[in-house]
């Protein structure tokens, strides 16, 4: 008799792999050959970790690391609440939920709203671990596209009005948005306040770059429009606000009980949130904007230096970012993916070379994003300049190599 193949689960098998973290493990395998990479492909401020939170990690007095309450230590969740009031925005303490980074937000939310196979709509290119999470929970995402032509803004009413089933659960939304650098315009924002009333919907609102803008541009809130108060879960995190990402300190916030109290029992699964890393951004959520003033005009000058870089080389097309510190790249290639690898095992300009996202994973819809990638403008000016230089050199080397016009 044969035996029976042992296999994985189909979710197993069918969740992508980070288009992000995939090649991590040849970047270690380059720089032990001492060639230096010029790592754009992940949202990693090189700024340093505010003192503030590092005293309080060294500081630490006690005797046991014990765990943390569920929902978050009530001193965090507190220090969470005064952080979104100097934003202007009002939760109680019971309103938010301490998870473990922006990303368990997600899941979290996910779960809380979708029954397996249940869907939300979500517009793309999209911050790549939405597809994760999706697989994860046994949700499906429904893409609707975004183009560069247009800024990457949204799609009109009827659009996505055209989307919307008796699956569909909610709409995603990522603003300032990543990988895009979009903000959205609050014209935008009530047509989907209006399309969630009409619909019965609740609206994801990932806020984690929320104070990253540029240009005058405006952050609105989705927790901003009365009318959908009790829809809205907003996803948030302090990792890029503050240089603190492997603290994987986030929160889940929403005036609908219902959802906290379903929240609450998968925070509870998942035990606690790390409880140093808790403790450590309390200095900083109390008093976010002293910090945050400080860096926002720094982004803005390392994205004014990427993005008058790529205007210069031949055929590659993206649009200025207003918010986040992403810029989308479309190139005059076949295969990102391809393009990413070579770049990082085959290509180095002077002992240096480039890591960069390849685009193809931040859609859900098959054979999009194939000729474009995601820079993360996130190293120092003087950095950027030199990347953007190597960069060009290796653009240039792989489609005469690969006989692209």
């Known amino acids: 008799m044969a035996k029976k193949f042992l296999d994985i689960s189909k979710r197993a098998k069918e969740t992508q792999f980070s288009p992000i973290r995939k090649f991590v493990p040849l970047l270690h395998k380059v720089k032990k050959k001492g060639i230096k990479v010029f790592e754009l492909h992940i949202g990693q401020p090189d700024l340093p970790t505010p003192k503030e ?4 990690i060294k500081g630490f007095k006690g005797k046991v690391l014990a765990y943390a309450p569920s929902t978050g230590i009530p001193e965090v969740k507190a220090a969470w609440q005064k952080y979104y009031k100097d934003a202007g925005i009002n939760f109680d303490v019971s309103e938010i939920i301490v998870t473990t980074g922006g990303s368990e937000a997600v899941l979290l939310a996910f779960a809380t ?10 517009f793309e290119p999209f911050y790549t671990n939405y597809n994760g999470y999706a697989s ?10 975004t183009f560069a032509k247009t800024g990457f803004h949204l799609p009109n009413k009827k659009e996505i009005e055209k989307k919307i089933n008796k699956k569909t659960r909610g709409i995603l939304i990522c603003n300032p948005n990543n990988p895009t650098g979009t903000v959205y315009k609050k014209e935008e924002l009530k ?37 959908i108060r009790q829809r809205v879960i907003l996803l948030d995190s302090v990792s890029k606000r503050f240089s603190a990402c492997g603290a994987r300190i986030g929160c889940l916030a929403s005036k609908n009980k219902k959802v906290i109290k379903g929240a609450t029992k998968f925070a509870q699964a998942r035990l606690s949130s790390p409880m140093i890393e808790q403790l450590a951004v309390v200095p900083l959520l109390k008093n976010s904007q002293k910090y945050i003033k400080k860096i926002i005009a720094e982004y803005k000058k390392r994205r004014d230096i990427v993005f008058e870089a790529l205007q210069k080389i031949p055929r590659v097309l993206c649009q200025k970012p207003k918010g986040a510190f992403y810029i989308t790249v ?10 990413a690898e070579w770049l990082l095992t085959k290509f180095s300009w002077k002992g240096k070379t480039v890591m960069v996202a390849p685009a193809a994973g931040f859609y859900a819809t098959g054979g999009l994003g194939k000729d474009e990638i995601r820079i993360a403008f996130v190293l120092s000016s003087l950095k950027l300049r030199e990347s ?12 005469k190599g690969r006989k692209v016009n």
């Open 191 to 227: 047509m989907i306040v209006e399309i969630a009333k009409k619909h019965n919907l609740f609206v994801l609102s990932d806020e984690v770059y929320r104070e990253f803008v540029y240009d005058g541009k405006k952050h609105y809130s989705m927790i901003s429009f009365p009318d």
């Open 136 to 145: 994860v929970a046994g949700i499906k995402l429904v893409p609707l596209r």
């Open 388 to 399: 953007m230089k190597v960069f060009k050199k290796g653009l240039e080397k792989y489609k």
């Open 330 to 339: 479309k190139l005059p290639i076949e295969d990102s993916d391809h393009f």
């Open 53 to 56: 939170i590092l005293r309080k």
């Open 113 to 122: 709203i979708c029954n397996p196979g249940e869907e939300i709509i979500v």
